[in-house]
């Protein structure tokens, strides 16, 4: 089955090379100061160049995501092997080495997307999103209720998971008519709810893994629930005027039970395996994608209740690549040193992760210690929001809405996630103030003076992430 498609938002104009441009050098500046000693065009190493090219790449031809990105792969390996090496080392052997790092991230990510591109389609012929009517507010109300279970959900889902579903449920309410304002409030939404659960999204469970307490990265709550305010209100209010949501709801709609269970078959070995990696094979976790095995174990499980729809995986299967793409270009920038923990530095990452893969920048933060984790949770977790490809999440619920796939459409319908990711932070600051964790967590670095010079920057001061934080050990998000 072809991804759902839905008519596009009228007045849509190609991305604005300046504004890609800006973007993407403003994202990349707090890192600049990383790799000092790299070869560097002005005060900009030459990889964060080509990776900043391929970032453009992507926001001016976004019918061509997957080929630019590729492409941009296919140069910054090129590069690396050629001039500068890998922090595994150089040439072919620190390309392999380096691969066998994030190769357990990278098989979680394709598991995942691809099964949970099945769940959202059980769910969507369970007809459970056409009795939603029933019970939700009838005006713009309903549309933000529907965020609001969005974060709910999300809070102890994976947020691909979060995010899919409610883009099927957006699919039935609004009669495949579905704002790109909207859709980057479901995005929004998914990633706000894994940001204050250990269990929420990849970067909280890193967290808690390093010794974080959970009551710490709770705290995230408290911007995530005001940015989802903030966004959902005006992204409901889009919604309504486009396409308001279905009244009627036909007497004789029954819900498919069996499907509805197979959609929480799938979630609960997902949290199941996550749970229990953690706890007790954790130092398994860099050799073997656990998760994604979990859920693709749900789905043969229930092949003899219902078959899945597999005509959508060869379109999820591109979106997929695409992803795995950038997390693979992402995570050969020479980024081990970021500037000093503080609030500004947490509000900075959070807009880098616009376009940057969260999950090195919260392996160095955890290494380089001192941050208050509530804040760097909410900015690692709901900054890649504000950009489609800028999560997982994202990247999945444009597979189903291939309309999104414009920054510029994004950014211009999307406006309200941006403004409320700083509105989160500012009540946090205002609200509970700024309290770094002065302990020292598992895997910190050692101090200055005795940290051994590591990668491509022979100045870096922090050691780079090994074991648990170069390969995600936990539900990717």
């Avoid at 050098?25 to 990383?34: G, K, M, V």
């Avoid at 269990?199 to 005001?226: E, K, Q, S």
């Avoid at 609030?343 to 160095?364: C, E, K, M, Y």
């Avoid at 090994?466 to 990717?476: N, S, T």
Wanted: aromatic share 10%; charged share 10%; with cysteine.
């Amino acid at each position: 089955m072809p991804p759902i498609s839905s008519p596009r938002v009228p007045a849509l104009r190609p991305t604005s090379p300046r504004l890609a441009l800006l973007l993407t050098a403003a994202c990349f500046a707090p890192l600049a100061q990383a790799a000092q000693d790299l070869p560097s065009i002005g005060p900009v190493p030459i990889d964060f160049i080509l990776f900043g090219l391929t970032l453009l790449g992507v926001a001016l031809f976004h019918h061509h995501t997957l080929k630019v990105a590729l492409t941009g792969l296919g140069v910054i390996t090129a590069y690396k092997l050629l001039f500068t090496g890998f922090r595994t080392g150089p040439g072919i052997g620190g390309l392999v080495a380096h691969l066998g790092h994030e190769w357990a991230i990278l098989a979680n990510l394709f598991l995942l997307l691809m099964g949970f591109a099945l769940l959202s389609r059980h769910f969507e012929k369970s007809r459970v999103p056409l009795v939603l009517p029933r019970f939700l507010p009838t005006d713009w109300k309903g549309a933000f209720v529907l965020l609001m279970m969005i974060f709910v959900l999300s809070s102890f889902l994976d947020n691909i998971a979060a995010a899919l579903i409610g883009g099927a449920m957006a699919h039935q309410l609004f009669r495949a008519k579905v704002h790109i304002g909207y859709l980057a409030a479901i995005v929004a939404a998914s990633n706000a709810g894994g940001s204050g659960s250990v269990v929420g999204d990849t970067t909280t469970t890193m967290m808690w893994i390093a010794g974080v307490a959970p009551i710490d990265v709770f705290d995230a709550y408290l911007a995530a629930t005001v940015a989802v305010v903030v966004c959902g209100i005006p992204a409901a209010k889009q919604q309504h005027a486009y396409s308001p949501m279905l009244h009627h709801v036909h007497e004789n709609t029954r819900v498919d039970w069996t499907r509805v269970g197979i959609v929480v078959l799938i979630l609960l070995c997902a949290i199941i395996a996550n749970v229990t990696v953690n706890l007790r094979f954790l130092e398994y976790a860099d050799y073997f994608p656990f998760i994604g095995f979990g859920v693709w174990v749900a789905i043969a499980i229930s092949l003899p209740a219902r078959r899945p729809d597999w005509e959508v995986l060869p379109e999820t299967f591109k979106g997929t690549i695409f992803l795995l793409s950038l997390v693979v270009c992402a995570s050969m920038m020479p980024v081990e040193k970021l500037p000093a923990a503080s609030w500004q530095t947490a509000l900075g990452l959070g807009f880098v992760s616009a376009v940057f893969d969260n999950i090195p920048l919260t392996a160095l933060s955890l290494k380089q210690g001192g941050y208050d984790w509530g804040f760097l949770a909410y900015a690692v977790g709901f900054g890649g929001s504000m950009i489609w490809f800028g999560s997982s999440a994202g990247v999945a619920l444009s597979n189903m809405y291939p309309e999104a796939k414009s920054v510029g459409a994004w950014l211009r319908h999307g406006w309200h996630v941006a403004l409320a990711y700083v509105v989160g932070i500012a009540a946090m600051l205002i609200i509970l103030g700024w309290h770094p964790d002065p302990k020292p967590l598992r895997g910190a670095a050692p101090p200055p003076s005795a940290a051994a010079p590591v990668g491509d920057s022979p100045a870096s001061s922090v050691v780079l992430p090994q074991a648990e934080a170069d390969a995600a050990p936990a539900a990717v998000g």
